[in-house]
């Protein structure tokens, strides 16, 4: 079993910033791929960024390129998401997923929601106007 826990959300300004936690209990964390979706009210879950195992991959949406960074750090169990000038229209509930599962090639999986094996329960991010 593997436990997800976010935080880091909150309300920002436009052309805030804010850092995203997530940090993993549970399994060995250096063995899987992380990713961040978000979901805004009305709106199916979207995804954000991921990262491979080992970090050395790393895949953003259109969306947030350029404006977000994803690292982690194994030694501390923790996935990171820095988002950087933030907009209205990145106002959602942010949450983290974990894919450990061996046959998946993360390069082409990581996109895909129903691909990661277990999820925090979000953190809420605001951005005013």
């Known amino acids: 079993q593997v436990q997800l826990v976010e935080s880091g959300g909150g309300l920002v300004q436009t052309g805030g910033s804010l850092r995203l936690s997530c940090a993993a209990s549970g399994r060995t964390f250096s063995s899987y791929g992380m990713g961040w979706f978000r979901q805004a009210p009305g709106k199916e879950r979207e995804f954000v960024a991921a990262i491979s195992y080992s970090g050395g991959g790393k895949y953003y949406a259109d969306s947030v390129k350029g404006r977000f960074t994803i690292s982690r750090d194994n030694a501390k169990n923790t996935v990171y998401l820095l988002m950087n000038s933030l907009k209205p229209e990145d106002t959602a509930v942010y949450y983290c997923?974990?894919?450990?599962?061996?046959?998946?090639?993360?390069?082409?999986?990581?996109?895909?929601?129903?691909?990661?094996?277990?999820w925090g329960q979000g953190t809420q991010v605001t951005v005013s106007s």
């Open positions: 997923a974990a894919d450990f599962t061996a046959s998946h090639i993360f390069a082409n999986t990581h996109p895909r929601a129903a691909m990661y094996d277990y």
